[in-house]
């Protein structure tokens, strides 16, 4: 299946120049690994998963072994199941300030911001990532915010009507 183009990933690029940390939560199954990793292509930056128990019972254990294997920039996945790494995020972001070192995602959204909001506090920009829109799924147009523009209105709607012709086109061939 080809990959689908995420509306917040101009965010989250503008946010990594930005941000030290940026955490993207939401439902499990909506992208968020899938559309970071996509992003990270072509980068230097780290991935590790923490749905790997080998990796989980060292960050939970031993977090700064953790960190001498898995150099910033990273990408952690399922962070939420090693929140003892939060504080060593957090020494390491207050040493080095570097914009971008660390993307994290998580799906346990209550637990996960607990420790956030204790230990990354204005060190991290936090993004929702919801299941595809419809925007996402059809169109692949800029995602322009809701209007009552008249002019505005028709001329996506002209957009709509030519990438669903060339959809179905496509599906005919």
């Known amino acids: 299946m080809d990959y689908i183009k995420r509306d917040i990933e101009k965010i989250i690029l503008k946010l990594t120049n930005e941000y030290p940390a940026i955490l993207i939560t939401g439902p499990r199954q909506v992208g968020k690994t899938t559309m970071l990793k996509e ?3 072509g980068t230097n930056r780290n991935y590790v998963s923490l749905d790997d128990l080998t990796q989980r019972a060292l ?9 001498q294997i898995h150099k910033p920039p990273i990408l ?3 962070v939420q199941y090693a929140p003892e790494l939060f504080t060593y995020i957090k020494i390491m972001i207050d040493e080095n300030r570097n914009a971008g070192d660390f993307w994290l995602t998580g ?4 637990k996960l911001m607990k420790g956030v909001q ?4 204005g060190r991290v920009a936090v993004l929702n990532l919801s299941s595809l829109s419809q925007n996402e799924i059809y169109n692949h ?5 809701f209007t009552t523009d008249l002019k505005v209105l028709s001329e996506k709607e002209k957009q709509i009507e030519k990438a669903t012709t060339m959809d179905i086109f496509r599906k005919n061939i």
């Open 39 to 41: 992003l990270m292509k």
């Open 59 to 67: 960050a939970k254990n031993d977090p700064a072994m953790f960190f």
């Open 76 to 78: 952690i996945d399922e």
């Open 107 to 110: 799906s346990q959204i209550f």
């Open 118 to 121: 204790e230990s990354l506090a």
């Open 141 to 145: 147009l800029e995602n322009i915010p």
